[in-house]
């Protein structure tokens, strides 16, 4: 046969296939995933084993880790020394484990994640609560079965005299499932489980009166009762570990936080790390300091708070910045007849008590077979003793020992085992007491074995024996809750004043586009004015608004789109300088344009609604509260019909006017309150009834019967016509006329069309824009008073072939 004909063909889809599926079984039985009998994963079982055959006990002095580290690894654990000595420091440090197992002595790392020191400088023995896993494995509790190299063996578990998955928890990923149970309060579990032994039916409701939830040894406040619900009864749930924090007052008005309690598996030096960068990143106004001030008294980490700083508010601030809170997702995964299952509570527990039920049996059916070798002993000597001189005298005419016992054996009925115990007796034993001693110990093994017998027949005192010896553990090693059970998530809002400094500032947009944000120190050094204003050349500032930092804008486009623009977030620049463009802070596209910017405070605020206007005469008014969000996009603002846009969005208490002027020359005056409320992306309804071709020019808020209307043509025509003109009509109509155009060949034109309209109530310079790019400034005080159907008169001289196509007044603080 050729060598190549040894060989078969394999696909290799199967072999990987094949060899992933046997490494997968061996890493989630024998690796990553804990036993649910005595929640230990292999490597702990190993190190706990070898040191208790090595008798490295509590009793005892300590004893070298490496020398440990290398009976596991020699004799159970082929798998290095770095998994052996990281599973023994883990067992050793109380911030991780609920009771420890291992009593480790030198350098085992600390809470700020330091590692321990290597296993040569460190030494370690078993902690007493560690030995109540061990307890009777000697008695066949539990099985044994071959080590690696079949030297030795090691027990298949350990017989766990209390609920040690869930008292110390596991954390562990392996391949295709992972695990996370958190550590509980020994006294609680042991508690359920006797509960559970008590016959009575038990709901996880039921059993959460007994098991409040985890009690992690970092102690912190657990809240989300819902979530351990939930992880009770399916394995999985959420919950919130909140640090322990308390506000300290100081001299001189100051203040601290004290933190003395931080959640589970929290790294501290990388928390205090975390909200020193706060501090020194400027994310929140008002610390002072960080400072971690923990020893031997306990961990202690403080946040000095400058004066007058919100305390509360950083507080909530680091809660939801940091991990002083962190969400912990319970993911109860134990191995259950050598598969991976996903328990709850009850399934845990009812697991661990048939676990003790073999165990206390197993126990009970060695002691009573040593007990009764020794009751059968025991009645070989009684019976010997009550015929000494017989069996003396068998024993002297015997040959040898061996034809000493069977002598014994054949004259007196005496068994093997008897007659092996009779002539190893000694001669002191002959004495009239011993022989007393000998009759008591008799009825007393026969009481024991009356005793180990009930056991065995009755469940219900088999399950009394194991309660008892649970409720010793929890007299002996118990200790009080120490995290706090907060039934409900209390939600972390953080003011923005916490993060922001509050500060008066000014906020101009120029009609390009360009946005600015400029403290009043700067303004008011400037010179104070809009001349002093930094612009491109050709551009006008269109909106000067005087707000606070830790307010927002409402920015309004022409496609009916809104932005909310926190004012902080606005780049600050110095007066004299031209800003940003608007697009650089929010997403603004390029065929769309700003029309409205609206300074709020409060977007919750009540009575206060937007009134839109569009360029086809609709009118639309939502309440504020409407356009509350938390978006950075744009989001959309009023509903629009194809050709339509917004030309201009007001903020409104109801109780106004509307006046619409159209570009052909018409107007109408109509109360705001008939226009009702509707929703954000609405449509609205007519405001106008326009004519073909005709579009709204100016859409203005006005007030009783004061003021003027200023309106002005495309060619420069204005004037101004008192309110009262304009009789307050019904929404809808078709309006009346406000400008007259002059026609003919020998007439000389003063417009075809509107270019905007104003409400004047005290004298102010409108801006006038050109096609051509040119700024008009116009007093509205030097501006004609006329009629509502008359002509106007020339108030801009404009270049031959140039029109005005835009009409605002001057920016002017809180002017929008």
Same mark, same amino acid.
Request: hydrophobic content about 40%; charged content about 30%; glycine content about 8%.
């Given at each position: 046969?050729?060598?190549?004909?040894?060989?078969?063909?394999?696909?290799?889809?199967?072999?990987?296939?094949?060899?992933?599926?046997?490494?997968?079984?061996?890493?989630?039985?024998?690796?990553?995933?804990?036993?649910?009998?005595?929640?230990?994963?292999?490597?702990?079982?190993?190190?706990?084993?070898?040191?208790?055959?090595?008798? #490295?006990?509590?009793?005892?002095?300590?004893?070298?880790?490496?020398?440990?580290?290398?009976?596991?690894?020699?004799?159970?654990?082929?798998?290095?020394?770095?998994?052996?000595?990281?599973?023994?420091?883990?067992?050793?440090?109380?911030?991780?484990?609920?009771?420890?197992?291992?009593?480790?002595?030198?350098?085992?790392?600390?809470? /700020? &994640?330091?590692?321990?020191?290597?296993?040569?400088?460190?030494?370690?023995?078993?902690?007493?609560?560690?030995?109540?896993?061990?307890?009777?494995?000697?008695?066949?509790?539990?099985?044994?079965?071959?080590?690696?190299?079949?030297?030795?063996?090691?027990?298949?578990?350990?017989?766990?005299?209390?609920?040690?998955?869930?008292?110390?928890?596991?954390?562990?990923?392996?391949?295709?499932?992972?695990?996370?149970?958190?550590?509980?309060?020994?006294?609680?579990?042991?508690?359920?489980?006797?509960?559970?032994?008590?016959?009575?039916?038990?709901?996880? *409701?039921?059993?959460?009166?007994? +098991?409040?939830?985890?009690?992690?040894?970092?102690?912190?406040?657990?809240?989300?009762?819902?979530?351990?619900?939930?992880?009770?009864?399916?394995?999985?749930?959420?919950?919130?570990?909140?640090?322990?924090?308390?506000?300290?007052?100081?001299?001189?008005?100051?203040?601290?936080?004290?933190?003395?309690?931080?959640?589970?598996?929290?790294? @501290?030096?990388?928390?205090? *790390?975390?909200?020193?960068?706060?501090?020194?990143?400027?994310?929140?106004?008002?610390?002072?300091?960080?400072?971690?001030?923990?020893?031997?008294?306990? =961990?202690?980490?403080?946040?000095?708070?400058?004066?007058?700083? &919100?305390?509360?508010?950083?507080?909530?601030?680091?809660?939801?910045?940091?991990?002083?809170?962190?969400?912990?997702?319970? $993911?109860?995964?134990?191995?259950?007849?050598?598969?991976?299952?996903?328990?709850?509570?009850? /399934?845990?527990?009812?697991?661990?008590? /048939?676990?003790?039920?073999?165990?206390?049996?197993?126990?009970?059916?060695?002691?009573?077979?040593?007990?009764?070798?020794?009751?059968? +002993?025991?009645?070989?000597?009684?019976?010997?003793? #009550?015929?000494?001189?017989?069996?003396?005298?068998?024993?002297?005419?015997? @040959? $040898?020992?061996?034809?000493?016992? $069977? $002598?014994?054996?054949?004259?007196?009925?005496?068994?093997?085992?008897?007659?092996?115990?009779?002539?190893?007796?000694?001669?002191?034993? =002959?004495?009239?007491?011993?022989?007393?001693?000998?009759?008591?110990?008799?009825?007393?093994?026969?009481?024991?074995?009356?005793?180990?017998?009930?056991?065995? &027949?009755?469940?219900?005192?088999?399950?009394?024996?194991? !309660?008892?010896?649970?409720?010793?553990?929890?007299?002996?090693?118990?200790?009080?809750?120490?995290?706090?059970?907060?039934?409900?998530?209390?939600?972390?809002?953080?003011?923005?004043?916490?993060?922001?400094?509050?500060?008066?500032?000014?906020?101009?947009?120029?009609?390009?586009?360009?946005?600015?944000?400029?403290?009043? =120190?700067?303004?008011?050094?400037?010179?104070?004015?809009?001349?002093?204003?930094?612009?491109?050349?050709?551009?006008?500032?269109?909106?000067?608004?005087?707000?606070?930092?830790?307010?927002?804008?409402?920015?309004? *486009?022409?496609?009916?789109?809104?932005?909310?623009?926190?004012?902080?977030?606005?780049?600050?620049?110095?007066?004299?300088?031209?800003?940003?463009?608007?697009?650089?802070?929010?997403?603004?596209?390029?065929?769309?344009?700003?029309?409205?910017?609206?300074?709020?405070?409060?977007?919750?605020?009540?009575?206060?609604?937007?009134?839109?206007?569009?360029? !086809?005469?609709?009118? @639309?008014?939502?309440?504020?509260?409407?356009?509350?969000?938390?978006?950075?996009?744009?989001?959309?603002?009023?509903?629009?019909?194809?050709?339509?846009?917004?030309?201009?969005?007001?903020?409104?208490?109801?109780?106004?006017?509307?006046?619409?002027?159209?570009?052909?020359?018409?107007?109408?005056?109509?109360?705001?309150?008939?226009?009702?409320?509707?929703?954000?992306?609405?449509?609205?309804?007519?405001?106008?009834? =326009?004519?073909?071709?005709?579009?709204?020019?100016?859409?203005?808020?006005?007030?009783?019967?004061?003021?003027?209307?200023?309106?002005?043509? /495309?060619?420069?025509?204005?004037?101004?016509?008192?309110?009262?003109?304009?009789?307050?009509?019904?929404?809808?109509?078709?309006?009346?006329?406000?400008?007259?155009? @002059?026609?003919?060949?020998?007439?000389?034109? #003063?417009?075809?069309?509107?270019?905007?309209?104003?409400?004047?109530?005290?004298?102010?310079?409108?801006?006038?824009?050109?096609?051509?790019?040119?700024?008009?400034?116009?007093?509205?005080?030097?501006?004609?008073?006329?009629?509502?159907?008359?002509?106007?008169?020339?108030?801009?001289?404009?270049?031959?072939?140039?029109?005005?196509?835009?009409?605002?007044?001057?920016?002017?603080?809180?002017?929008?």
């Amino acid at each position: 046969m050729s060598s190549l004909e040894q060989f078969l063909p394999a696909f290799l889809e199967e072999v990987v296939g094949d060899r992933f599926g046997r490494y997968s079984k061996y890493i989630i039985q024998d690796r990553a995933i804990p036993d649910v009998r005595d929640g230990l994963k292999p490597v702990q079982r190993r190190i706990l084993y070898a040191m208790y055959d090595a008798g #490295n006990t509590p009793d005892k002095p300590y004893r070298k880790s490496a020398k440990t580290v290398g009976d596991v690894m020699g004799n159970y654990h082929p798998h290095g020394d770095t998994s052996i000595y990281d599973g023994m420091v883990r067992m050793a440090q109380p911030w991780k484990m609920g009771h420890v197992l291992i009593d480790g002595h030198g350098n085992w790392g600390s809470i /700020d &994640d330091d590692p321990a020191a290597a296993m040569r400088y460190t030494e370690a023995r078993l902690s007493p609560i560690a030995l109540e896993l061990l307890r009777d494995i000697e008695k066949r509790t539990v099985q044994f079965k071959d080590n690696f190299d079949n030297s030795t063996k090691e027990p298949v578990v350990l017989p766990s005299r209390y609920p040690n998955l869930l008292v110390n928890g596991v954390s562990g990923i392996s391949s295709g499932f992972a695990t996370e149970i958190p550590t509980h309060n020994l006294r609680e579990v042991i508690d359920a489980c006797v509960a559970l032994m008590s016959g009575k039916e038990m709901t996880v *409701t039921d059993l959460m009166g007994i +098991v409040k939830g985890p009690d992690f040894p970092t102690g912190g406040l657990i809240m989300g009762e819902e979530g351990i619900r939930e992880a009770y009864a399916t394995g999985k749930g959420r919950i919130y570990i909140r640090s322990k924090t308390e506000i300290e007052e100081m001299r001189g008005g100051k203040k601290q936080i004290v933190i003395t309690e931080i959640p589970y598996q929290v790294v @501290k030096s990388r928390l205090v *790390t975390a909200m020193e960068n706060i501090r020194i990143e400027k994310k929140v106004e008002g610390i002072a300091e960080v400072r971690d001030e923990s020893g031997r008294a306990g =961990l202690r980490i403080v946040i000095e708070v400058k004066k007058d700083a &919100d305390a509360q508010g950083i507080l909530a601030y680091l809660l939801k910045k940091t991990d002083l809170q962190v969400t912990y997702n319970f $993911n109860m995964v134990a191995i259950v007849n050598k598969t991976p299952q996903q328990l709850g509570l009850k /399934d845990m527990l009812t697991a661990y008590i /048939d676990h003790q039920k073999e165990v206390v049996t197993y126990r009970t059916k060695y002691e009573l077979e040593k007990a009764e070798d020794r009751a059968h +002993v025991l009645e070989g000597l009684v019976k010997a003793l #009550n015929i000494l001189d017989d069996v003396i005298a068998a024993i002297k005419a015997s @040959k $040898n020992r061996q034809d000493a016992q $069977n $002598n014994l054996v054949a004259k007196f009925g005496f068994s093997e085992r008897q007659a092996d115990a009779i002539l190893t007796l000694q001669l002191y034993r =002959l004495t009239n007491l011993e022989i007393h001693s000998l009759e008591k110990e008799l009825k007393e093994i026969a009481k024991r074995v009356a005793y180990l017998k009930a056991i065995l &027949d009755s469940e219900k005192k088999l399950l009394n024996v194991i !309660r008892d010896e649970l409720l010793e553990i929890r007299e002996k090693y118990g200790i009080d809750r120490r995290s706090e059970i907060r039934g409900e998530v209390e939600e972390l809002k953080v003011n923005l004043e916490v993060m922001v400094n509050p500060e008066d500032v000014i906020v101009s947009l120029s009609r390009d586009g360009y946005v600015k944000r400029t403290s009043i =120190l700067s303004f008011t050094r400037s010179g104070g004015d809009l001349g002093s204003a930094g612009v491109k050349d050709g551009d006008v500032i269109r909106f000067m608004l005087e707000t606070n930092t830790v307010h927002s804008l409402l920015v309004f *486009t022409r496609k009916g789109q809104y932005y909310l623009l926190p004012v902080h977030q606005i780049p600050d620049f110095k007066w004299k300088d031209a800003g940003t463009a608007i697009v650089n802070v929010i997403p603004l596209p390029k065929d769309d344009s700003v029309v409205s910017v609206i300074p709020v405070k409060d977007l919750e605020q009540t009575g206060l609604s937007l009134v839109f206007f569009t360029k !086809r005469g609709q009118v @639309k008014r939502s309440e504020l509260k409407d356009y509350a969000t938390n978006r950075s996009t744009a989001i959309a603002a009023c509903k629009l019909a194809e050709g339509d846009e917004v030309i201009s969005v007001t903020l409104s208490d109801g109780s106004g006017q509307i006046v619409l002027i159209s570009r052909q020359g018409m107007g109408i005056r109509f109360m705001e309150n008939e226009v009702n409320a509707m929703g954000r992306v609405s449509a609205g309804v007519r405001g106008m009834q =326009l004519k073909e071709g005709d579009e709204i020019a100016s859409a203005l808020r006005t007030r009783e019967d004061e003021g003027e209307i200023f309106v002005i043509s /495309d060619l420069g025509y204005g004037k101004r016509t008192l309110l009262s003109d304009y009789p307050i009509q019904g929404r809808g109509g078709k309006g009346i006329a406000t400008f007259e155009f @002059k026609e003919g060949k020998r007439v000389k034109p #003063n417009g075809s069309a509107l270019a905007g309209a104003h409400y004047c109530t005290v004298a102010q310079e409108l801006v006038a824009i050109t096609a051509g790019g040119k700024h008009y400034r116009i007093p509205t005080e030097k501006t004609p008073l006329d009629e509502r159907k008359s002509i106007g008169k020339t108030v801009v001289s404009l270049d031959k072939s140039d029109t005005i196509i835009d009409l605002f007044p001057q920016a002017d603080i809180g002017q929008s």
